[in-house]
């Protein structure tokens, strides 16, 4: 992305990556149903739902490692909305070094979009994706919000006009109409994670990309640098502009299923992670009501994560075109799959993606 668009460097540091030790295992076999009732291998499923990485760990061993199309170990690959998942976790952080609360008005912090459709909303209502803003997010719609707030960092050029907004805060501010009241009902929105970063670097009093790097990046002892695209004032597109190794989403998948303890340090607040798998019937019953209820039955969202099974610790970081980190505490498994899909958001694909997982998690 770096060679296309303007970017900001994540680096990696100066020391060790974080080891993993090689313990081949024999996955590709295992057998799961298709949500249209077929029988396939994990070695099909990969081949027919355009595979780039498909990384296996459990704990610090590296069971599978499989790449096509030209993707390596060394390799980074756009990840799309899984770049959320970084911005809630970076939000946990500052909330529990006390620089930020979960209910501060975002106001207090962004007083510029206080006579937008966000004056009423809270940091807590940007997490969990229930703030009130209008925004549309059909990625099928070339004239969508979501593609307008791309335009923004050079996605999508065709739609820059002379008054078009020219940073992601700016485009903010023209989000004048609520379509629903803060905190009321689910409804994913790209827009509301750009302006949680914002929120995140006001209250860290850095660059994003700055805290990203030195509280959860570098911590992770990755063996790559990472990048996110940026605005052309140099903030980063935290809805959808990161890219990465696989490896190192392994790295951050364990975080999360280790209570937010990565090689001997606790990097993020147990309590976070904790409370982002809660089984509240409030944020299961909103999410059961919105557009992805039938995605994932039983799940909610909260604090930028999708939360598939919470009783087995499942937790799931997903971008469209078939970006996903699928961490399940129980198994201690943490599975990666970056891929090239055609459609945006193919559901049904995702969801045999998690059978697969499923399967291999079985499997162990």
């Given at each position: 992305?770096?060679?296309?668009?303007?970017?900001?460097?994540?680096?990696?540091?100066?020391?060790?990556?974080?080891?993993?030790?090689?313990?081949?295992?024999?996955?590709?076999?295992?057998?799961?149903?298709?949500?249209?009732?077929?029988?396939?291998?994990?070695?099909?499923?990969?081949?027919?739902?355009?595979?780039?990485?498909?990384?296996?760990?459990?704990?610090?061993?590296?069971?599978?490692?499989?790449?096509?199309?030209?993707?390596?170990?060394?390799?980074?690959?756009?990840?799309?909305?899984?770049?959320?998942?970084?911005?809630?976790?970076?939000?946990?952080?500052?909330?529990?070094?006390?620089?930020?609360?979960?209910?501060?008005?975002?106001?207090?912090?962004?007083?510029?979009?206080?006579?937008?459709?966000?004056?009423?909303?809270?940091?807590?209502?940007?997490?969990?994706?229930?703030?009130?803003?209008?925004?549309?997010?059909?990625?099928?719609?070339?004239?969508?919000?979501?593609?307008?707030?791309?335009?923004?960092?050079?996605?999508?050029?065709?739609?820059?006009?002379?008054?078009?907004?020219?940073?992601?805060?700016?485009?903010?501010?023209?989000?004048?109409?609520?379509?629903?009241?803060?905190?009321?009902?689910?409804?994913?929105?790209?827009?509301?994670?750009?302006?949680?970063?914002?929120?995140?670097?006001?209250?860290?009093?850095?660059?994003?990309?700055?805290?990203?790097?030195?509280?959860?990046?570098?911590?992770?002892?990755?063996?790559?640098?990472?990048?996110?695209?940026?605005?052309?004032?140099?903030?980063?597109?935290?809805?959808?502009?990161?890219?990465?190794?696989?490896?190192d989403l392994l790295r951050f998948?364990?975080?999360?299923?280790?209570?937010?303890?990565?090689?001997?340090?606790?990097?993020?607040?147990?309590?976070?992670?904790?409370?982002?798998?809660?089984v509240d019937p409030k944020w299961?019953?909103?999410?059961?009501?919105?557009?992805?209820?039938?995605?994932?039955?039983?799940?909610?969202?909260?604090?930028?994560?999708?939360?598939?099974?919470?009783?087995?610790?499942?937790?799931?970081?997903?971008?469209?075109?078939?970006?996903?980190?699928?961490?399940?505490?129980?198994?201690?498994?943490?599975?990666?799959?970056?891929?090239?899909?055609?459609?945006?958001?193919?559901?049904?694909?995702?969801?045999?993606?998690?059978?697969?997982?499923?399967?291999?998690?079985?499997?162990?």
């Amino acid at each position: 992305m770096q060679s296309l668009f303007p970017t900001a460097r994540l680096r990696r540091g100066l020391g060790p990556a974080q080891p993993f030790s090689s313990q081949a295992k024999d996955l590709l076999a295992a057998q799961y149903e298709t949500g249209s009732g077929e029988q396939r291998s994990v070695s099909q499923s990969l081949a027919e739902t355009y595979t780039d990485a498909f990384l296996v760990a459990r704990g610090d061993q590296l069971l599978l490692e499989h790449y096509e199309n030209g993707m390596a170990a060394d390799s980074l690959h756009l990840l799309n909305s899984v770049t959320k998942s970084f911005t809630g976790m970076l939000a946990g952080i500052l909330v529990a070094d006390g620089r930020l609360a979960a209910e501060d008005a975002v106001t207090r912090w962004l007083p510029e979009l206080g006579d937008t459709a966000f004056a009423d909303t809270c940091v807590q209502h940007l997490l969990d994706m229930t703030a009130a803003p209008a925004y549309g997010e059909d990625y099928s719609d070339v004239q969508a919000d979501f593609w307008q707030e791309a335009a923004v960092v050079g996605w999508r050029p065709d739609l820059v006009g002379v008054d078009s907004p020219r940073t992601l805060l700016e485009y903010a501010a023209t989000l004048q109409a609520p379509d629903q009241p803060d905190g009321q009902a689910f409804h994913y929105r790209s827009v509301l994670t750009n302006v949680l970063g914002m929120v995140l670097e006001r209250a860290g009093g850095a660059p994003l990309q700055t805290l990203l790097q030195n509280a959860l990046w570098q911590p992770l002892g990755p063996e790559q640098d990472a990048n996110i695209v940026v605005d052309p004032i140099g903030f980063p597109y935290v809805a959808a502009g990161m890219s990465a190794s696989a490896r190192d989403l392994l790295r951050f998948g364990q975080l999360l299923i280790q209570q937010g303890r990565y090689g001997g340090r606790q990097l993020l607040p147990a309590g976070w992670i904790d409370q982002t798998l809660n089984v509240d019937p409030k944020w299961q019953d909103m999410f059961a009501a919105s557009e992805y209820g039938d995605f994932i039955p039983g799940g909610h969202y909260r604090n930028q994560m999708w939360v598939r099974r919470a009783e087995r610790g499942q937790l799931l970081a997903l971008g469209i075109h078939g970006q996903i980190i699928y961490m399940d505490s129980a198994s201690e498994c943490v599975i990666v799959k970056l891929s090239t899909q055609p459609e945006a958001t193919d559901l049904q694909m995702f969801t045999d993606n998690f059978a697969a997982m499923d399967a291999v998690v079985a499997a162990l």
